[in-house]
């Protein structure tokens, strides 16, 4: 889950920029070369740690589970949830939840982990005023009661009946009550197997293995983290013995046999301004479909790593539609729907920005320039503006900018594994990054997310069908293969959460491992 707010985002970069220099949380940096260090090498810094931000790629794949904990955690592979701080959950009535808590849980720092920490932890990611990136992602508008009825009892209320409470209370990470909810916390202390050392920052991060943890210790006594952008150098990294792990790299990046390809649950898309002229017409958005060669981006740009994408999320998740097609290759319908719209008066001879984030996935600059030929092809006239993430952070999320028209390259991956988190966000009419949408559509959406079981993912695959008919907001482009490489000494097996959240406790030293 790859963004935020605009304001929490703009807010957290801007304090990230302010913050120069060297912090250090504790004295010893520690040797990255040491056979019980496992050396990571990330495509950008995390801008904080701050656990309610977490659903933030950045932030989320060194923070969670490894830094903080949360009460429940789902398993990315089974979609089952599982216990974590909490030991077991069960619905006490129409709207509320009671959980309850391990009792033999310390944060790293040797103090005790209760309901009240819990209950603030959930207080101040959902119902503060933070803008804290977990509420928009996950919970929306709606606020939780939350109350720690004993120290290991916490109940749990939602305003209206929610099947999915715990899976959504699976995103947040637990802090320390001492936090509050006034402000955000960069270099947090929490349950997990690690905690933070050093932040050297621009550098490099350290941690170090929680002495104190309550659950089975990691094998690596210390983790260290770099960051470099061009993804040949994070391969190269690994491949001269610098780095142990190297994430976010294409097929051309030159990993080689260090390379490991796994589904990584992203879907590539651009979102259409489909309120503003041009791209306000339905056959404008129709001939943005048929000109997108799904097929030949897959196979020239992504080697073949992934396949052409009908719908925003990808299999596995609840309401996938397993009947959908991606839009045909159709260049000459694509003109014909221009040369009508333009016949009755739709300005489509107006520029539209093709904005793409530098960095996003490998070959995006490739991609959007095929996309921008296409869309040339069919009459349309397309300006190219790739910018990194801070500056593409005011048209992800609402409010949007009154700019003019633009098309958005984004990228969407449900780790929590149910289609409301999708609907909520990218297809309500008001959802924080969607652009269009109907009061239908959103009866819809409300309907399906009322229901469980088979009946919940029929809704939901419905509304997947009726997406590209009635709203056609977005050209969906290709569901994404992640690629790392990974040194032969590390035993480290990725899987779909593995881009948001990379569990250092899963990285064991190879049986095959010399040093």
Not at 147 to 171: E, G, K, M, N, Y
Not at 358 to 373: A, C, D, H, L, R
Request: with cysteine; aromatic share 6%.
């Amino acid at each position: 889950m790859r963004s935020t707010r605009a304001t929490s985002l703009v807010s957290v970069i801007t304090a990230s920029a302010l913050l120069t220099g060297c912090t250090v949380a504790n004295s010893d940096s520690g040797d990255a070369a040491s056979p019980d260090t496992v050396r990571i090498v990330l495509p950008q810094e995390p801008p904080t740690l701050e656990p309610c931000d977490v659903s933030l790629t950045a932030i989320g794949v060194v923070t969670r589970s490894n830094i903080t904990e949360p009460m429940i955690e789902r398993d990315p592979t089974t979609g089952d949830l599982e216990p974590k701080l909490a030991t077991s959950w069960e619905r006490t009535s129409d709207t509320e939840w009671t959980i309850r808590l391990r009792d033999d849980v310390t944060f790293s720092d040797g103090t005790p982990f209760d309901a009240e920490d819990a209950a603030v932890s959930v207080d101040r990611a959902v119902n503060s005023d933070l803008a804290c990136n977990v509420e928009g992602y996950v919970f929306g508008d709606d606020d939780l009661t939350v109350r720690a009825v004993d120290p290991t009892t916490l109940t749990v209320a939602s305003p209206t009946p929610d099947p999915i409470l715990p899976l959504r209370l699976s995103f947040i990470e637990m802090v320390k009550s001492e936090v509050g909810s006034a402000e955000r916390t960069r270099e947090p202390i929490g349950t997990g197997p690690y905690r933070i050392d050093s932040w050297d920052y621009g550098q490099r991060l350290s941690l170090v293995r929680n002495d104190t943890y309550w659950g089975d210790a990691p094998e690596f006594t210390r983790a260290v983290y770099q960051w470099r952008t061009e993804g040949s150098v994070r391969a190269a990294m690994v491949t001269n013995g610098e780095a142990d792990i190297a994430t976010g790299l294409g097929p051309e990046d030159g990993a080689g046999d260090l390379g490991v390809a796994f589904p990584n649950n992203e879907t590539t898309a651009l979102r259409m301004q489909a309120t503003t002229p041009p791209l306000d017409d339905q056959r404008v958005r129709e001939a943005i479909n048929y000109a997108i060669n799904r097929a030949g981006i897959v196979k020239a740009l992504f080697r073949g790593m992934g396949a052409p994408a009908a719908q925003l999320i990808a299999d596995g998740v609840v309401g996938y539609n397993d009947e959908l097609t991606p839009w045909p290759y159709d260049m000459e319908k694509g003109k014909a729907l221009i040369d009508e719209a333009r016949a009755d008066g739709v300005p489509v001879d107006t520029e539209i920005r093709l904005i793409g984030r530098t960095g996003q996935f490998p070959k995006i600059n490739e991609t959007v320039e095929v996309i921008q030929n296409a869309l040339a092809g069919i009459g349309l006239n397309v300006k190219i503006e790739m910018k990194d993430t801070a500056a593409t952070a005011e048209f992800q999320e609402r409010p949007f900018p009154n700019v003019g028209p633009y098309l958005l390259v984004i990228q969407h991956g449900n780790q929590a594994g149910d289609a409301a988190f999708t609907m909520d966000q990218y297809m309500r009419s008001d959802g924080f990054q969607s652009s269009y949408g109907t009061t239908d559509f959103d009866e819809g959406i409300d309907e399906a997310e009322s229901l469980t079981d088979e009946e919940r993912q029929t809704a939901f695959a419905d509304l997947f069908a009726r997406e590209p008919e009635e709203i056609t907001q977005m050209a969906y482009i290709a569901h994404m293969n992640g690629v790392l490489a990974k040194d032969p000494r590390i035993d480290y097996t990725p899987d779909s959460a593995t881009v948001d959240e990379m569990r250092l406790a899963e990285m064991t030293r190879s049986s095959d491992a010399t040093d």
